[in-house]
């Protein structure tokens, strides 16, 4: 786990709400969303391809300028990691979410989300990583690619599962 100073971690919260406020305002209409699933598709398997392409166009954008941030500062990051970025909030696709939902639970940070009754979209909020994993597996991806995407927002002792929730907060 990085050991950071209280500015280092203000600084890093304070960039990853505001990842949060600009990914927001793209996400109001699914149309207005341009994946690059060419490039994506190029990077996972025949299993984790189904798989992305059954997430919400808004959430494979996301997931696109998640794994282009992580290519360009990583050097030579695993395959697993590369696709885990692609597919790490592919559980949420188990249940489309509304416009007012989306916003509404993207606005709830992960360790509240674990609090709230499990119902609805918090639900599918709380526990989109153990249910990416799921699809993961039931798809036949790989293992340490389900095993990334489970770890995204609870990474510790998991060096990659730690750079990927970084990516993910910051876009």
């Not at 060096?159 to 876009?171: G, I, R, S, W």
Request: net charge positive.
């Amino acid at each position: 786990m990085l050991h950071l100073s209280l500015l280092e971690r203000l600084t890093r919260k304070a960039s990853g709400y505001m990842g949060k406020i600009a990914r927001l305002s793209r996400s109001f209409r699914e149309e207005d969303a341009h994946p690059d699933d060419f490039w994506a598709q190029t990077y996972l398997t025949p299993g984790e391809q189904r798989i992305y392409l059954g997430m919400d166009a808004r959430d494979r954008e996301h997931a696109c300028r998640v794994t282009r941030h992580l290519l360009r500062e990583q050097k030579n990051p695993s395959p697993e990691l590369i696709a885990a970025a692609l597919l790490h909030d592919s559980g949420k696709s188990v249940r489309r979410y509304n416009i007012v939902e989306r916003v509404l639970v993207g606005l709830i940070p992960n360790r509240i989300a674990h609090i709230l009754p499990p119902i609805g979209a918090i639900g599918i909020r709380a526990a989109h990583p153990e249910l990416g994993a799921q699809l993961i597996a039931h798809a036949g991806g790989r293992p340490r690619v389900a095993q990334l995407v489970v770890r995204h927002h609870h990474s510790v002792g998991d060096p990659e599962a730690a750079l990927l929730h970084h990516y993910d907060e910051k876009e």
